[in-house]
Antibody, heavy 117, light 112 residues
Framework: EVQLVESGGGLVQPGRSLRLSCAAS????????MHWVRQAPGKGLEWVSG????????GYADSVKGRFTISRDNAKNSLYLQMNSLRAEDTALYYC??????????WGQGTLVTVSS | QSALTQPASVSGSPGQSITISCTGT?????????VSWYQQHPGKAPKLMIY???NRPSGVSNRFSGSKSGNTASLTISGLQAEDEADYYC????????????FGGGTKLTVL
């Protein structure tokens, strides 16, 4: 059974940093691209960032480019998102998600990030 | 990058069929057969219902079907049931950047 467990969320002041982690199990982690997708309270889904199986390809949404950094450690079956210069509009539930064939096919339960003074 | 366009809400009675549209551009929906649909119940993570435009993952009811014409994809739910009431999101791969997916704004389905 595929399991994705996010951690690292919390309340942080504007301009500060936070690092999210995602522990993956139930599949061969280093065979798949992984993504972070966020959902602001009461809003829709927004793709944030993605990373290929070997970290050779990385992409970011324009809204986070230059502030967020995605990475992975295949030896630890883990995905990370380093978030710097956080803004109020970054407040959201952040989902770790696995990419399958032609779609993001599994999602974690999310970790809540609140940016507020 | 712009989100895909979905109606904010749709509704139907039990047993009826409904269709949710998802309009993009030739850089996403129209350019790839990587269109997927997700169901999200309140407080829950999204669940994949359709991938590659019209394929259902194992375990998803055959009451859910997908299609695409040009830059518009559609999700049809037949034989509506109370448990289908949820938010539905479309998604597509996009050529605008590396490893990028774009989502629709979401559609609230109400079963009357």
């Amino acid at each position: 059974e595929v399991q994705l467990v996010e951690s690292g969320g919390g309340l942080v002041q504007p301009g500060r940093s936070l690092r999210l982690s995602c522990a993956a199990s139930g599949f061969t982690f280093d065979d798949y691209a992984m993504h972070w997708v966020r959902q602001a309270p009461g809003k829709g889904l927004e793709w944030v960032s993605g990373i290929s199986w070997n970290s050779g390809s990385i992409g970011y949404a324009d809204s986070v480019k230059g502030r967020f950094t995605i990475s992975r450690d295949n030896a630890k079956n883990s995905l990370y998102l380093q978030m710097n210069s956080l803004r109020a509009e970054d407040t959201a539930l952040y989902y770790c998600a696995k990419e399958g064939v032609g779609a993001i096919d599994y999602w974690g339960q999310g970790t809540l990030v609140t940016v507020s003074s | 990058q712009s989100a895909l366009t979905q109606p904010a809400s749709v509704s139907g009675s039990p047993g009826q069929s409904i269709t949710i549209s998802c309009t993009g551009t030739s850089s996403d929906v129209g350019g790839y057969n990587y269109v997927s649909w997700y169901q999200q119940h309140p407080g829950k993570a999204p669940k994949l219902m359709i991938y590659d435009v019209s394929n259902r993952p194992s375990g998803v009811s055959n009451r859910f079907s997908g299609s695409k014409s040009g830059n518009t994809a559609s999700l049809t739910i037949s034989g509506l049931q109370a448990e289908d009431e949820a938010d539905y999101y479309c998604s597509s791969y996009t050529s605008s950047s590396t490893l990028r997916w774009v989502f629709g704004g979401g559609t609230k389905l109400t079963v009357l």
